[in-house]
């Protein structure tokens, strides 16, 4: 069994799928070449089989080509480009197979070994691998090593391609910020047994004492072929069951005995304050041949809403979260070094924030598995395209099914936000096909995971949600207390008041007493320079007042009994947009200890929070306060 510290070790380290471990992998990640292919002419002069003298520049991988990090830091506009590396490869026996792994290249890719064709995706946020065993054995010059070549084509002027906030410009104006443009995400080999396990699913409900697991098989196995699963917290074996397998999948759905005591839920249920990550080991047996084995984990924890509240396991649970754009000066949407995601996770709960909403981008895996690990709630959120049509639809609909079946067993993802503030469907209100398309995103959703809350349309325009989430930039704080301070209040804002540029919840909505939450306001500037910065919602001058007005505007969402929660714009600056609470390096702009007594004041819809502050009021209100056995 792999212990939680080997998994913090090998995520410190660069392994790139937390949440399905073989220690033995092959990082490419590092120099490769690279060309531009401006004229679209690489295929014609065959560089798919590594030839030609196209390949001039150097570029270092995962980091865009527009990067600094990359070496190149080229912020151009090349739609085109080709990547090659000459790999070393593993040792890989005749039973065994080679399988080529990518975190993600944006846009469409397309991929040869040794001249061969080994597989297309298309999808700029999510994984996809291919088995390239054929391309490599059988050459008569075989000397273990092989030409891997990437052609990736993203299109800045494509508007129906789902791209999140990269801009369609040469210069990011506005809101919008250098592209990411080819392979983003680690790059690696990985030798396999021919039946192998490419994927497992979990799901856990503390109340049933059950956890199921969806496992995914490269292939059928032979006849009489087993799994076993065996679950454990710590040195505490917590269920372990084994079943015949016939197929290319499997579910199986194990009892834990320790769940049937409910007075003992406390340490077995993820939470903020109590982040319990469950191991796995995943056997896959074989009579006629090598198995396999991975570990893996999950966390045990129950979301949902009823009575205008966020539910976490139960209970109501107060959203502090802040926008994260993901985006690094040096790197763009890559993290400079996996190390950093950690320090990312770690710098939002010192501001004393128990979650981040991510915005217009899917999040590194590695980043999810420290959100799990030390106990931050994610809302994962979906890149839009710029424009609505069957093309755009298709691609949209296509790539988010693969962001929910990579992403919907961290136990830190609280929440499904398939779209933003109408992107990709700019005229919803006056066409129905846009609105279909919305309440489309919502169903989908649903029913790829129903565990999740789905925020279908996050600001405003909600066809069809089970939270109503508000964009509202108020420049000060009386003017939250005035929309949101009653429910009375907060019923008018959501119907006729329009505290963006649309209507929060049309009259057709579904009204089931959803939650309301404020997922996007402050956006305060601070010290803006002479020309290159976006001034937003608001600036002020000096420390002491961006105190006083984040202080003023959370206190007035603090103080409302109707809000759940809070999101507040944002966590770093970012490129123009320097409303961020740190600073691109990732300091913060007022003490952290400060920032975080500002942040994490009780909220009065949770009456729960201000009897924790009583009882603790040195720190931030504790969010296991509410659960049995505290009074």
Request: hydrophobic share 35%.
């Amino acid at each position: 069994m792999i212990t939680a510290e080997e998994r913090d070790k090998l995520a410190e380290n660069g392994y790139p799928r937390p949440q399905l471990i073989r220690p033995e992998w092959t990082d490419l990640c590092g120099q490769w070449d690279l060309a531009f292919d401006d004229a679209d002419e690489g295929r014609a002069q065959d560089w798919p089989s590594g030839q030609g003298n196209g390949f001039g520049h150097r570029v270092t991988v995962p980091f865009p080509p527009e990067s600094r990090l990359s070496g190149l830091h080229d912020q151009g506009f090349h739609r085109v480009v080709w990547y090659r590396r000459t790999a070393g490869l593993p040792a890989c026996g005749p039973d065994e197979r080679l399988i080529l792994h990518f975190g993600a290249v944006d846009y469409a890719a397309d991929v040869w070994v040794n001249g061969t064709p080994a597989g297309h995706h298309e999808g700029g946020h999510t994984p996809f691998s291919m088995d390239i065993t054929q391309a490599v054995r059988g050459r008569s010059d075989d000397d273990g090593r092989a030409v891997i070549v990437v052609r990736a084509e993203d299109d800045p002027a494509d508007p129906h391609q789902p791209r999140g906030k990269q801009d369609w410009r040469v210069a990011p104006h506005d809101i919008w910020y250098h592209r990411t443009t080819g392979i983003w995400q680690p790059v690696w080999l990985e030798v396999v047994p021919r039946c192998h396990v490419t994927g497992v699913t979990w799901h856990g409900d503390i109340t049933t004492g059950r956890v199921s697991a969806d496992v995914r098989l490269s292939q059928a196995p032979p006849p009489g072929s087993t799994l076993r699963i065996r679950l454990t917290l710590g040195d505490e074996v917590l269920a372990e069951q084994t079943t015949a397998v016939g197929g290319a999948s499997c579910r199986m759905d194990l009892a834990v005995a320790a769940a049937e005591n409910a007075w003992d839920w406390n340490r077995l249920c993820w939470s903020p304050g109590n982040p319990v990550l469950v191991d796995a080991e995943v056997d896959l047996f074989s009579p006629a041949g090598p198995g396999d084995h991975v570990w893996s984990y999950l966390g045990i924890r129950s979301v949902g809403v009823a009575d205008g509240h966020f539910l976490l396991n139960g209970h109501p649970q107060y959203l502090r979260f802040a926008l994260e754009q993901g985006y690094w000066p040096d790197s763009h949407l890559a993290a400079p070094s996996a190390r950093a995601l950690r320090e990312e996770v770690e710098t939002i709960l010192a501001l004393g924030l128990n979650g981040v909403r991510i915005h217009q981008k899917v999040e590194d895996p590695r980043f999810l598995y420290w959100a799990d690990r030390l106990g931050l709630m994610v809302w994962a959120e979906m890149p839009s395209p710029a424009g609505f049509s069957p093309r755009a639809t298709q691609r949209l609909v296509a790539e988010w099914q693969e962001v929910v079946q990579r992403d919907r067993s961290h136990p830190s993802v609280v929440a499904w936000v398939p779209l933003n503030e109408s992107w990709g469907v700019p005229a919803m209100a006056a066409h129905p096909a846009q609105r279909h398309l919305v309440a489309a995103l919502y169903h989908l959703t649903h029913s790829l995971d129903t565990s999740r809350p789905v925020v279908s349309n996050d600001g405003w325009e909600h066809v069809e949600s089970d939270i109503w989430t508000v964009h509202d930039y108020a420049p000060s704080g009386r003017g939250l207390a005035e929309r949101y301070g009653t429910p009375e209040a907060s019923a008018q804002t959501l119907g006729r008041r329009w505290p963006g540029p649309h209507r929060v919840v049309p009259d057709d909505a579904a009204d089931r007493g959803q939650p309301v939450m404020l997922t996007e306001f402050g956006g305060l500037t601070y010290a803006p320079g002479r020309g290159d910065v976006w001034l937003g919602y608001g600036t002020v001058r000096s420390e002491q007042e961006l105190a006083d007005r984040l202080g003023d505007l959370v206190g007035a969402v603090c103080a409302s009994a109707t809000l759940a929660g809070f999101c507040y714009t944002q966590l770093t600056d970012t490129e123009q947009e320097r409303n961020g609470l740190l600073y691109a390096d990732r300091t913060p702009k007022l003490p952290a200890d400060r920032l975080a007594a500002i942040l994490s004041q009780p909220s009065r819809a949770v009456p729960g929070e201000e009897i924790a502050a009583a009882r603790h009021p040195a720190g931030p209100p504790d969010t296991g306060a509410q659960r049995e056995g505290t009074g």
